[in-house]
Nanobody, 122 residues
Framework: QVQLVESGGGLVQAGGSLRLSCAAS????????MGWYRQAPGKQRELVAR???????AYAGSVKGRFAISRDNAKNTVTLQMNSLKPEDTGVYYC????????????????WGQGTQVTVSS
């Protein structure tokens, strides 16, 4: 299984910045995509940003120009730099990874971290 551990959430004022990090333990798997999703109270989980092998990063329209995702393939880590935060960015942020099991070729895409709370006050 792929295990993901997030860190870096917290409380920040509007206009501030936060940096989220996610480290993956993926023995026996090859990760091809890592990303961040968020879930606000009463809303569905939504994609924030993702980065796949050989592809440009993809962002939700609401965060484009403010957030930046980066990945270290050698370390199996992904980072989300969040700038100019707004109250509507508040939610639980989840790290996600899509991976292929090396032994079987099976796609394993339902890998989630435990979530980290981001709260932006106005």
């Amino acid at each position: 299984q792929v295990q993901l551990v997030e860190s870096g959430g917290g409380l920040v004022q509007a206009g501030g910045s936060l940096r989220l990090s996610c480290a993956a333990s993926a023995r026996g798997f090859s990760i091809n995509t890592m990303g961040w999703y968020r879930q606000a109270p009463g809303k569905q989980r939504e994609l924030v940003a993702r980065i796949a092998d050989g592809d440009s990063p993809a962002y939700a329209g609401s965060v484009k120009g403010r957030f930046a995702i980066s990945r270290d393939n050698a370390k199996n880590t992904v980072t989300l730099q969040m700038n100019s935060l707004k109250p509507e960015d508040t939610g639980v942020y989840y790290c996600n990874a899509r991976a292929v099991e090396l032994r079987t070729g099976r796609l394993a895409d339902n890998n989630w971290g435990q979530g980290t709370q981001v709260t932006v006050s106005s």
